[in-house]
């Protein structure tokens, strides 16, 4: 396989308005919770915090982990926003939800009052939709995917 092929498949969507709701709120959400552990923002404890908090529940070492889950959170939000690379995108979002379930919700059971895993379950739900789905139309997937296309068929 050639890397326009590869291009091809990571980018190809369907033409659905369905997955743009899902895009633009999961990508506010994921942005918003990057931006807590990166940054301190909207309450979060930034990545010394977070960093410590990780350590003490054996995600080490925890700056490293907090780094790579805040900038997972907070760069793949932005991309589910405009839709650009939403396969892959969503693919690191869905492992960062299942660690975050297994790690830290699944003990408390379902229910978010209990700390539980429902909202992660709920954003893996979408990052998987989205990984299936592609980022649908009025994505810069779909604009470079048909742009790469139209060049071809004129060769």
Do not use: C
Not at 29 to 46: C, I, R, S
Not at 56 to 62: A, F, N, Q, R, V
Not at 93 to 107: E, F, G, K, P, R
Not at 118 to 131: K, M, V, Y
């Amino acid at each position: 396989m050639n890397i326009k092929q590869l291009t091809n498949n990571m980018i190809k969507t369907e033409q659905s308005l369905a997955v743009l709701p899902l895009r633009l709120i999961a990508g506010l959400l994921f942005t918003a919770h990057g931006a807590q552990k990166l940054f301190a923002w909207f309450g979060g404890y930034g990545l010394d915090g977070t960093g410590q908090w990780m350590e003490s529940i054996g995600l080490t070492p925890g700056y490293l982990m907090a780094l790579m889950a805040g900038s997972a959170e907070f760069f793949g939000g932005l991309l589910l926003i405009i839709g650009f690379m939403t396969r892959p995108t969503s693919f690191v979002l869905a492992i960062t939800m299942i660690v975050a379930i297994l790690t830290v919700h699944i003990d408390n059971g379902l229910f978010i009052t209990n700390n539980g895993y429902e909202f992660g379950l709920s954003l893996l739900a979408i990052t998987i939709a989205l990984f299936i789905q592609g980022g649908g139309k009025y994505s810069i997937d779909e604009k470079v995917y048909q742009k790469l296309n139209q060049n071809n068929s004129s060769l």
